[in-house]
């Protein structure tokens, strides 16, 4: 099977717990009590609540592991820089192990989204449910997009969300998804005949298509 490449970002340093908590969208407020209780998936926004990437987040003896797909790795790490001002935390990229095909199908199906170059920055976490996989916090203080996630969530506002289809022929990421009158979404990760696409939520029992395919609606493990 082929395999996904993925990238380690690892920062390390006294206030690398301090700085993470203030960018990730996820409180590791756990994790650093508890190494035992990771890795987890959370989520790093830019200022307009947009998603950059869905890292997994392990703790490590000095501070933090992130992984992330490796077309992200070097984008991500400059932009972590930027942010680091006085803090003492050194942040340094690796490469990181792979993921077979296998693997990311289990994690499609589990409807877990992973964001690529491609992908970010395109979709908000309540687009991605990442509200309901417990990638972000609502309450755990500030951190970019913080104040446009709250509110999409007290609201109740998100009107697209990511749902999971197959479909006759192989589909990839970024294809579009229509109705019979026009597009509509947008595929987030495919795995052969398998998907995850962002469509508005009114369309959820429409007859949709990939370039002119039809798609198949299959259950989430998860109540959208």
């Known amino acids: ?3 996904f490449k993925y990238a380690t970002i690892a920062v390390t340093g006294a206030d690398a717990f301090d700085f993470l908590q203030a960018q990730l969208a996820t409180d590791l407020d756990k994790l650093q009590q508890d ?3 990771g ?3 959370s989520a790093w ?3 307009k609540g947009r998603v950059i990437c869905t890292p997994r987040v392990r703790k490590t003896g000095d501070g933090f592991e992130l992984s992330i797909p490796a077309d992200l790795g070097e984008s991500v790490l400059q932009r972590l820089t930027m942010f680091r001002f006085r803090a003492k935390v050194e942040i340094e990229l690796t490469a990181g192990p792979d993921s077979n095909a296998a693997a990311q199908l289990e994690k499609l199906q589990a409807g877990i989204p992973d964001i690529a170059l491609a992908q970010s920055e395109k979709f908000t976490p309540h687009m991605l449910n990442l509200d309901l996989l417990d990638m972000v916090s609502v309450d755990k203080g500030c951190y970019p997009g913080q104040e446009i996630v709250a509110r999409t969530h007290f609201r109740g506002a998100s009107k697209r969300r990511c749902l999971r289809f197959s479909c006759d022929t192989v589909v990839l990421p970024g ?3 229509a109705d019979e009158k026009r597009e509509i979404g947008e595929v987030v990760n495919a795995i052969d005949r398998e998907l ?3 469509i508005p939520l009114s369309a959820a029992d429409s007859t949709l ?3 002119h395919h039809a798609l198949t609606r299959l259950p989430l493990p998860y109540s959208i």
């Open 196 to 198: 995850l696409a962002v």
């Open 209 to 211: 298509f990939v370039d």
């Open 1 to 3: 099977m082929s395999e």
């Open 45 to 47: 926004c830019n200022p």
């Open 39 to 41: 890795p987890y998936r």
């Open 35 to 37: 190494s035992d209780a």
């Open 175 to 177: 294809n579009k998804v």
